[in-house]
């Protein structure tokens, strides 16, 4: 029952090595798409962001206004402390469902968490392999520009909120390079599936 965190800075290519993994067989529980789930109309999250950051972060239609949302929170370490708060705990607790899910489903499943924030959120699950997604700072505000169409400003503003690449990067057990063509990462994912589970005992062995 194989638990692995994929993570990553933003435009790393951990979507790229995400989709891969679930070509090979992986189960993939998608972080971002936990976050809009608990954030959904109705839900006690989106009452507390509401009652938090003011009844403005809401749409008429009851949806969050992420743009809005963001805009409150972006540069202010607080303002990311309190939102960060009332999100992580029902964020845990619905990945934490989602895994036992699956793992019922199958117990031999290798469920991959997709979790873009892995450093920042502090996680203590029990990984048995955590998979970090790497490119060059530069590459990735190319990234940003060319294939998101942010200005150079917005993508540089991105790219300095999230922790540094070495604070991502002492927390691998296996980094893949997102640098070169999509099929180097390609084949990089396929040979950590391959490896797996050498991968999964060298690290239960470092750690004791």
């Given amino acids: 029952m194989p638990l692995v965190a994929l ?8 979507s790229t090595i995400a989709r891969r993994l679930a070509e090979l ?12 789930h608990v954030q959904q109309p109705g839900s006690p999250v989106l009452a507390a962001i509401g009652a938090d950051f003011g009844e403005r972060m809401l ?23 309190r939102l960060n708060a009332i999100v992580h705990p029902a964020v845990r607790a619905e990945s934490a469902r989602r895994f036992a899910e699956a793992f019922a489903a199958d117990r031999d499943a290798v469920v991959v968490y997709d979790v873009p924030l892995l450093a920042e959120a502090g996680r203590d699950d029990p990984w048995e392999l955590v998979v ?58 396929d040979e950590l599936w391959a490896q797996l589970p050498d991968r999964i005992a060298e690290r239960a062995e470092r750690r004791g």
Wanted: zero cysteines; proline letters at 3%.
């Fill in 7 to 14: 993570t990553g800075g933003i435009a790393s290519g951990k």
């Fill in 25 to 36: 067989g992986a189960v993939i529980v998608d972080a971002d798409a936990i976050v809009r």
């Fill in 59 to 81: 749409r008429d239609d009851g949806s969050l206004d992420r743009a809005a949302l963001g805009a409150a929170v972006f540069g202010d370490p607080d303002a990311v402390a």
């Fill in 132 to 189: 970090v997604a790497d490119a060059p700072a530069a590459m990735r505000h190319e990234r940003l520009v060319a294939l998101r169409g942010l200005t150079a400003a917005e993508a540089s503003a991105r790219l300095s909120s999230q922790v540094p690449d070495e604070e991502r990067l002492r927390l691998a057990d296996v980094v893949i390079d997102t640098a070169g063509a999509m099929a180097d990462t390609v084949r990089q994912v």
